[in-house]
């Protein structure tokens, strides 16, 4: 089955960040002193423009509803991380490659480091060119921790604790069965690994980069999981057999044996690392409901309401107060 780069742009369209725009705005002042993104297309604001790679959104549709045209956004307007941005009364994180290095230097409120295409494993996605692993994301940051903010922070103490408050979203691993488990004909981890065995490889993986990110300063943490993939119509229009469904539950089945293993992962993490808190959202419960019908926002317990109601809003907001109340 081999998924174009269209998925990317599907997937970017679908992930259930949505709910973030009934409360765009409502933030008048900074609740955060920063929000560091990190993930595939759904975050990427530009980062793929400066590589070699056949995934790059800085063309026409893309950006049509955005001041400027496109970015490198793979959306029509901000992306799910803009809005959260939004949310915390911050500005839009710049891609981290579009800046320069003095720009680098004085920025505080954050970066986005996400890369269309990438994956929580090296290899997904590289098929497609040159793109940010996840490993290569957080590099970045690093490099950001240790040359660019103590140029800023010359107190080791202020700089500790403006990262501790800071926020750290992720949302990745989609293209890890987009872009490898679920292309056999690319990449051999469906033939050397059982679903088990990936979703494990997959886990045991973020947690080491989450560790790291914690090892470097980072305290508050939110991490999505994996939308429903088996609902896409780039998966629907390729799977074999053909579904007798409304989306390839096969393939949904698949994806929970990652997020099922996340909610673990994720509590393991805020036990074993002192005064961090991770904070899980559940990004597949959301999108199937809405692939089911769009009327319903599932994360407000299934209500049926109208697309522009605001009643998901106070729902979507929990997760980011949780956390900030930390």
């Given at each position: 089955m081999q998924i174009s780069y269209f998925s990317m742009f599907i997937l970017?369209?679908?992930l259930p960040f949505l709910c973030l725009t009934l409360f765009a705005g409502k933030a008048a002042s900074a609740i955060a002193p920063a929000l560091y993104l990190f993930g595939g297309s759904s975050f990427d604001a530009g980062n793929n423009n400066f590589l070699q790679t056949q995934a790059k959104a800085?063309?026409?549709p893309y950006g049509i509803d955005f001041p400027g045209g496109s970015t490198g956004r793979f959306t029509n307007g901000p992306t799910s991380g803009d809005f959260i941005a939004k949310f915390l009364g911050l500005p839009y994180p710049p891609a981290y490659l579009s800046l320069s290095e003095q720009q680098r230097q004085i920025i505080i409120t954050g970066m986005?480091?996400?890369?269309?295409?990438?994956?929580?494993?090296?290899?997904?996605?590289?098929?497609l060119g040159?793109?940010?692993?996840l490993d290569e994301q957080i590099s970045y940051f690093q490099s950001t921790v240790r040359n660019d903010l103590p140029k800023i922070f010359s107190n080791p103490e202020v700089l500790s604790h403006y990262l501790s408050r800071s926020v750290f979203v992720f949302a990745i691993g989609a293209n890890d069965y987009l872009n490898n488990y679920l292309q056999p004909q690319l990449y051999n981890s469906s033939k050397t690994n059982s679903p088990q065995q990936f979703a494990n490889l997959l886990l045991d993986t973020l947690g080491q980069q989450l560790t790291t990110i914690y090892n470097l300063g980072g305290r508050k943490f939110v991490v999505y999981g994996i939308g429903a993939l088996g609902c896409l119509?780039?998966?629907?229009?390729?799977?074999y057999p053909k579904p007798?469904?409304?989306c390839a539950e096969n393939v949904n089945n698949l994806i929970n044996i990652f997020n099922n293993g996340l909610a673990a992962k994720l509590q393991q993490l805020s036990s074993s690392l002192k005064d961090s808190t991770f904070v899980r959202a559940d990004a597949y419960a959301e999108s199937y409901a809405q692939f089911q019908d769009p009327m319903i926002c599932s994360l407000c317990g299934s209500i049926r309401i109208p697309k522009s109601n605001t009643t998901c809003a106070a729902c979507c907001l929990l997760a980011f107060t949780s956390l900030l109340n930390q």
């Open positions: 970017a369209l679908y800085n063309f026409f986005n480091y996400a890369s269309g295409a990438a994956g929580i494993l090296p290899e997904s996605g590289s098929a040159d793109i940010l692993s119509p780039v998966i629907l229009a390729n799977v007798t469904t409304p």
